[in-house]
């Protein structure tokens, strides 16, 4: 089920998110393979907790990983991977279903590579859902900030 924080910001924009059965999405492979998309396509959201104490929600495509050094270069701050227990207690959504819609005090980065697709599939809360939505209602909605922060193949 969607949360209602989450249904009000999707029905406030005319967003309809899709909904599966419970736990067929909890990954991008997963999600990607269940919506019927590009993995990339995927809009994975990453809570990271900086050494600032302050939290940070990264929305990358499925197929990369954030390069610790360019969002450290972007937010100034060096992060870690935040916790289930901290996710949860931060953002209102367990891993596996964060979604980058109705957070508050928490700064949003979204990579620039999920712009190369039409539509891409944030999820809408829970581990069983994807939001069909383009780039810039994403970048809109949220009010983040738009960057580079995946891994160069090079990087470790």
Same mark, same amino acid.
């Given at each position: %089920? #969607?949360?209602?924080? @989450?249904?009000?910001?999707?029905?406030?924009?005319?967003?309809?998110?899709?909904?599966?059965e419970a736990g067929s999405t909890p990954t991008s492979e997963a999600a990607a393979?269940?919506?019927? @998309?590009?993995?990339?396509?995927?809009?994975?959201?990453?809570?990271?907790?900086?050494?600032?104490?302050?939290?940070?929600?990264?929305? %990358?495509?499925?197929?990369?990983? #954030?390069?610790?050094?360019?969002?450290?270069?972007?937010?100034? @701050?060096?992060?870690? %991977?935040?916790?289930?227990?901290?996710?949860?207690?931060q953002t209102g959504f367990r891993v596996g279903g964060v979604c980058p819609f109705?957070?508050?005090?928490?700064? #949003?980065?979204?990579?620039?590579?999920?712009?190369?697709?039409?539509?891409?599939?944030?999820?809408?809360?829970?581990?069983?859902?994807?939001?069909?939505?383009?780039?810039?209602q994403l970048v809109e909605i949220t009010r983040g900030r738009v960057c580079d %922060?995946?891994?160069?193949?090079?990087?470790?």
């Amino acid at each position: %089920m #969607i949360p209602e924080k @989450v249904r009000q910001v999707l029905d406030r924009h005319g967003l309809t998110p899709l909904e599966f059965e419970a736990g067929s999405t909890p990954t991008s492979e997963a999600a990607a393979a269940r919506i019927g @998309v590009r993995v990339g396509q995927i809009a994975k959201s990453i809570l990271l907790c900086g050494k600032d104490k302050r939290f940070r929600l990264a929305v %990358m495509p499925g197929d990369r990983k #954030i390069s610790s050094a360019r969002f450290k270069r972007i937010t100034g @701050v060096k992060h870690r %991977m935040a916790g289930g227990e901290e996710t949860l207690e931060q953002t209102g959504f367990r891993v596996g279903g964060v979604c980058p819609f109705a957070l508050e005090g928490i700064e #949003i980065y979204i990579d620039r590579g999920l712009q190369k697709y039409d539509l891409i599939y944030p999820a809408a809360g829970n581990d069983a859902s994807g939001v069909p939505i383009r780039f810039d209602q994403l970048v809109e909605i949220t009010r983040g900030r738009v960057c580079d %922060m995946g891994q160069d193949t090079l990087e470790s």
